[in-house]
């Protein structure tokens, strides 16, 4: 951890200008030795912020120093996983850009987390319980469940997410069936095969974070490779 003090706007200053690095990886690094429960709140503030690479590498740092932190501190991950879950609640005033987001890479990060709050993240998907009806907060939650796939499917089959997920491959926006496409195949989910098949004439361009990078992604070639994971 550094030893350098900072105060309030200077750490605000120093993590945004690590966020926008060329060498992402190097600059993740150098968030993790900044002071983990201090850093968090400047990192709350980028989930919303306008410059999507800002926005995501964002949600990627949350997801690696709240892993880091709940090694040592369990209970101060809690507080902060409960926070972001207050951000998509109707009583706390806001609408909650990114914190499915990063509810879901902080999961995949840790997996004590993701057994404690899986259910919660499903839970955003269905109708008899928290659904978010905000396209862009559905792009957000079937982002998360994408992501949470691709470390801990286990966790997210024992909670019937492929049922809640399909839904979404009727959505009118390109981006949330492109994600869902994207989430099904990495789930494994059989049953959604003809569904898939019947986006294969699907050419709208969507845009993902994938593998720490924006990229963008016919959603026909997404459903190709998921009918692929699916043989």
């Known amino acids: 951890m550094e030893s350098v003090k900072y105060s309030g706007r200077a750490l605000k200053r120093k993590a945004l200008d690590l966020l926008g690095q060329d060498d992402f990886d190097q600059a993740l690094d150098e968030l993790c030795r ?42 101060s991950a809690r507080v902060i996983m409960r926070r972001l879950m207050w951000m998509l609640n109707d009583e706390s005033g806001g609408i909650g850009w990114g ?44 982002w998360g469940v994408g992501r949470l796939a691709q470390t801990h499917p286990h966790l997210l089959q024992s909670k019937n997410a492929i049922q809640y997920l399909q839904p979404y491959f009727d959505s009118k926006d390109a981006t949330v069936r492109g994600l869902a496409v994207w989430a099904l195949g990495l789930l494994g989910a059989n049953t959604s095969r ?38």
Request: proline fraction near 2%; include cysteine; hydrophobic fraction near 45%.
């Open 34 to 75: 900044l002071p983990g429960r201090r850093v968090i709140n400047p990192l709350f503030s980028f989930l919303c912020h306008t410059d999507q690479k800002i926005k995501w590498r964002a949600v990627t740092a949350m997801g690696v120093i709240v892993a880091n932190l709940a090694e040592k501190d369990m209970e």
């Open 194 to 231: 003809a569904k898939l098949e019947g986006l294969l004439g699907d050419n709208d361009a969507v845009e993902i974070y994938l593998n720490r990078k924006l990229i963008v992604r016919h959603v026909k070639d997404l459903a190709e490779e998921a009918l692929e994971e699916l043989s």
């Open 99 to 142: 914190a499915p987001e990063a509810m879901a890479e902080i999961m995949a990060c840790h997996e004590g987390l993701a057994k404690e709050y899986v259910h919660i993240l499903v839970s955003y998907m269905r109708e008899d319980a928290n659904f978010l009806e905000h396209e862009i907060l559905q792009r957000g939650v079937v």
